[in-house]
């Protein structure tokens, strides 16, 4: 039988690439991830993996089985936080993972709500932005992921519980001494001219997809993750922006103005979780809570 300690180890090498980084991910000693490795492999009734001398890789069957794990890996942490919190043994656990303006708006909002509920109930949190954090939802790593997309891209989360939450709209950044500093709303077409600060990987790609529908390739002298360095490279004259609202939330505008920005794009803000997850009370509670905070 195959034990789901052996599909983690199995899992944990096959994204290290070596029994010792394993080892060190799973914080247990090599011959201990060797051990279960040897016993799984005699539970499938096959070779797993193929060593080369220092290399590893997988054999068919380890690449079927790795592909299965996170999905039973989800279930079986779905199963026994059901199980646990029906028997009232513990209020459950919740590995949030969130994109950086969600984690300074919603979260702590939604966060202090669900432990004031559910004082037993933990949550933890790390950050990223999609698609990684999907993926990282996918892969067993984390329990909701809280995640923004432009337009509705079919099929896209179509295997996921999709909460929507709100819609974000982008607002348009420009220094204070700026021609168009007081406008009340600026034709994004107004801006083809000027230097741009961009975001994120996902929102550079969306910015440069709007710019060219109204019939220019926008200049970006600067990309940053970084919220506040957006706004103070636009505070410094060096360019222009647009951000998301929810961004600018928790963000001192020092130095900029806010224009309206013409056509208005909208990102879809929402809380992602597997549909076992989903059923699971304390996956369930926060899900509420993300909603209401949202609302607010």
Do not use: N
């Amino acid at each position: 039988m195959i034990e789901a300690r052996h599909l983690r180890v199995l899992r944990a090498v096959a994204t290290t690439g070596s029994f010792s980084a394993a080892a060190r991910e799973l914080g247990c000693t090599q011959p201990a991830v060797s051990q279960q490795m040897k016993a799984l492999e005699g539970s499938a009734g096959t070779p797993l993996l193929i060593r080369t001398g220092r290399e590893m890789r997988l054999t068919q069957a380890g690449e079927a089985l790795v592909r299965h794990a996170s999905g039973i890996l989800a279930g079986l942490t779905a199963a026994e936080e059901e199980v646990a919190a029906i028997a009232g043994l513990r209020a459950g656990r919740v590995r949030l993972v969130s994109f950086p303006s969600g984690s300074s708006t919603l979260v702590p909002g939604a966060l202090a709500a669900l432990r004031a509920a559910h004082p037993g109930t933990r949550v933890s949190l790390v950050e990223s932005e999609p698609p990684r954090s999907v993926e990282m939802l996918r892969d067993g790593d984390c329990d909701i992921a809280l995640a923004f997309r432009y337009g509705t891209a079919g099929g896209e989360w179509d295997d996921l519980v999709v909460r929507p939450l709100l819609k974000d709209r982008l607002t348009g950044l420009v220094p204070e001494g700026h021609r168009l500093a007081g406008a009340g709303s600026v034709g994004i077409g107004e801006l083809a001219e000027e230097p741009w600060i961009a975001g994120c990987p996902r929102c550079r790609r969306q910015l440069v997809e709007v710019c060219e529908d109204s019939g220019f390739t926008p200049r970006i002298d600067f990309a940053t993750d970084d919220y506040p360095a957006v706004i103070g490279l636009v505070g410094a004259g060096l360019g222009v922006a647009v951000l998301p609202e929810l961004a600018l939330e928790s963000v001192r505008r020092k130095g900029v103005r806010t224009v309206t920005v013409e056509p208005a794009v909208e990102r879809e803000i929402v809380a992602l979780t597997l549909p076992d997850l989903a059923r699971v009370p304390a996956v369930a509670a926060t899900l509420d809570q993300l909603l209401l905070a949202a609302a607010r």
